[in-house]
């Protein structure tokens, strides 16, 4: 667990300051962003173990980036995580096919999406 950079994408700054300061509390590196652009381009930057990625936000919505990550051979290892108000099965099952490691609904449930993290860093 130690060492693990997460990154949190989600426009919803609440709940991004919540995510960030209960990983980090659990000893995680956490960096953020409020949009699909900026999770692209620290995506690209820092290179994080694991993304939390949310479907709706501005610029590029979460399933693009889902994909557009997915495409690219560098970046097929990090894990992603789909975190969203989207609790539609259409949604659940074009993340999953294009390559999400999990999706959650929110309201997210802190401890077992720490509880899923830790399984996802587990099995890696």
Do not use: W
Not at 48 to 54: E, M, S
Not at 72 to 78: A, F
């Amino acid at each position: 667990m130690l060492n693990k950079k997460i990154l949190i994408v989600d426009d919803e700054t609440d709940l991004v300051d919540i995510l960030r300061h209960r990983l980090e509390r659990a000893g995680y590196q956490v960096v953020t962003a409020y949009d699909g652009e900026q999770a692209m381009a620290i995506a690209h930057e820092q290179r994080p173990d694991l993304i939390l990625l949310d479907i709706i936000m501005p610029r590029l919505d979460g399933q693009t980036v889902l994909r557009l990550l997915r495409a690219d051979d560098g970046y097929r290892e990090i894990k992603i995580v789909m975190v969203t108000a989207c609790s539609d099965e259409d949604n659940r099952t074009l993340a999953l096919k294009n390559g999400a490691n999990d999706y959650i609904s929110k309201p997210v449930e802190l401890q077992g999406l720490c509880g899923k993290i830790e399984e996802i860093f587990s099995e890696s």
